[in-house]
């Protein structure tokens, strides 16, 4: 599977660009709902934090997906990132 550039380079920042926050914004796709939850994580907390929601922490797996969190991601203020993307 090839993911557009695009994608890849926003999903590789959301690991440098940090702004804590409580926020939580949502796309959802059928019966798939993606989420962003920003603040700082390590991967245990994250994977907690998405479990304690309903869902896990995501690969994307199609280009659809990939296209999907890129719709997720153009939504996000300017400025912003978040660390968690969890699949419910």
């Known amino acids: 599977m090839e ?3 695009q994608v890849f380079w926003q999903l590789l920042l ?3 660009t940090i ?3 409580e926020e939580v ?3 959802c796709s059928g019966t798939t709902c993606y989420t962003l939850n920003f603040g700082r994580f390590s991967w245990m907390e994250a994977q907690q934090k998405c479990r304690d929601n309903g869902g896990n922490l995501m690969t994307l797996k199609s280009q659809e997906e990939a296209l999907l ?3 997720l991601l ?3 203020p300017k ?3 978040g660390t968690v993307v969890e699949l419910k």
Do not use: D, R
């Open 69 to 71: 969190v890129q719709q």
């Open 14 to 16: 959301l690991g440098l």
């Open 74 to 76: 153009a939504k996000m």
């Open 3 to 5: 993911i557009p550039q």
């Open 79 to 81: 400025g912003e990132a």
């Open 19 to 21: 702004q804590p926050s």
């Open 25 to 27: 914004e949502a796309l």
